[in-house]
């Protein structure tokens, strides 16, 4: 990877943890919204991400060269594993739908988020993205979204220096909007973080940061589909993998 894409990836975690703008808050879902009367729901994911290794802290050009060049095996590696059932999200959630009555329609292609005009609407719980337009390409009345912002490792830096081993690492949303309105029926921020309790540098194939990856996909999953499960995180497991791919 290139030196400034590295750079770009790393500025996208303060992104993440919202220093240039206020949160959103977490909206429980609107069991409203997904009822037989609730019109059609269509259920889409943005492009997954590459597997990375952030960096928080390295924050100049060099020490993000450095972070890279000293981590490349574990990246390689992590780079190499399976995504397991994390495709399959919207399919999996659009099955959840559909068992509670919910009329829904997948959309295979990935959602562009940033292709989408900004909307100026004023008032609590709304899409800062004008999703209105997606009312009549999809023939829904809502847009359920996942969106996986990073999935692979995370690494803590003071600039050339880590401050602690290397952890599995998932950073998401996953958000309902009405299209009417662009108000939010629901939107969950979703980041897990997993360590080993071994010893996590055993190249080439790194059984324990590898075991952590698949337990942060699993238990990624899982968060994103609970508030769609009628009877619970039980409903969630037993729709998929319930081991989740753990090595």
């Known amino acids: 990877m290139k030196i400034h894409s590295f750079f770009a990836l790393s500025l996208a975690v303060a992104v993440l943890a919202g220093c240039a703008t206020p949160r959103q808050q977490p909206v429980s879902l609107n069991r409203d919204a997904i009822g037989p009367q609730a019109g059609r729901i269509a259920v889409a994911m943005t492009e997954l991400?590459?597997?990375?290794?952030?960096?928080?802290?390295?924050?100049?050009?060099l020490c993000?060269?450095?972070?890279?060049?000293l981590n490349s095996s574990l990246i390689?590696?992590?780079?190499?594993?399976?995504?397991?059932?994390l495709p399959n999200l919207r399919n999996e959630a659009a099955e959840l739908?559909?068992?509670?009555g919910a009329r829904v329609v997948v959309v295979d292609e990935p959602l562009d988020v940033s292709a989408l005009s900004g909307w100026d609407g004023k008032g609590q719980d709304l899409a800062v993205k004008d999703f209105s337009p997606l009312r009549e390409k999809y023939g829904a009345d809502r847009l359920l979204v996942f969106d996986i912002q990073a999935l692979g490792l995370i690494r803590n830096y003071s600039a050339y220096i880590p401050t602690g081993d290397p952890r599995a690492n998932l950073i998401g949303t996953g958000y309902m909007v009405e299209l009417n309105s662009n108000h939010y029926d629901w939107y969950l921020p979703v980041t897990i973080t997993r360590s080993t309790d071994r010893n996590w540098d055993e190249s080439p194939a790194f059984p324990g940061l590898t075991n952590a990856y698949f337990q942060v996909l699993e238990l990624g999953r899982e968060e994103f589909l609970k508030p769609f499960a009628a009877d619970g995180v039980q409903a969630v497991a037993s729709s998929g993998n319930p081991a989740g791919g753990a090595r």
């Open 97 to 100: 739908l559909r068992k509670q």
């Open 49 to 61: 991400p590459k597997r990375e290794m952030l960096t928080p802290g390295a924050d100049c050009l």
């Open 76 to 85: 390689d590696h992590i780079r190499s594993l399976p995504l397991e059932d």
């Open 64 to 69: 993000l060269a450095s972070a890279r060049m």
